[in-house]
C-alpha cells in the first residue's frame, strides 16, 4: 500500500522545528529573521552563551570547522534530538555533517 503524502506546507517554520514557549534554545550565528521569530514566541529569549541544558541547539555553519564543537554542544541538550544546523553549502559539507547522525542529531 502506497502512504499518503502530507502537507505540511500551512505550518510555521518553528513549528516545524518542534520549537515549544518553554523550551530554552541555545544558538550561534543564526539568521536574524529566525532569532527574531524564537525570541517573539519563546517565554525566556534565546542564549547565546552554551551554560547549562538546552532543549535545541541551532547553529550556522558555513566551514567544516564550525562542527568541530559538535560534542560540546551535544552536551548540553536535555535530549539526543535538538541539534539543528544551518548550511548554506550543505554539498561542501555533507560528509562533515554526517557524523552528526549516528549520534541521533538530526541534520537541518
Avoid: Q, W
Avoid at 45 to 57: H, K, M, V, Y
Avoid at 89 to 106: I, M, V, W
Wanted: with cysteine; hydrophobic share 40%.
Amino acid at each position: 500500500m502506497a502512504r499518503e503524502e502530507r502537507d505540511y506546507s500551512h505550518r510555521s517554520l518553528l513549528d516545524k522545528l518542534g520549537v515549544k514557549r518553554d523550551h530554552r534554545i541555545y544558538i550561534r550565528a543564526i539568521p536574524s529573521a529566525l532569532h527574531d521569530e524564537l525570541d517573539a514566541v519563546l517565554e525566556r529569549p534565546c542564549s547565546r552563551r552554551l551554560t547549562g541544558a538546552f532543549d535545541l541547539i541551532f547553529v550556522h555553519v558555513e566551514r567544516h570547522a564550525d562542527l568541530d564543537d559538535l560534542d560540546r554542544l551535544a552536551a548540553h541538550l536535555t535530549r539526543p534530538v535538538g541539534c539543528g544546523f544551518f548550511i548554506p553549502k550543505a554539498r561542501a559539507l555533507r560528509r562533515a555533517t554526517a557524523r552528526c547522525e549516528p549520534r541521533g542529531l538530526p541534520r537541518g
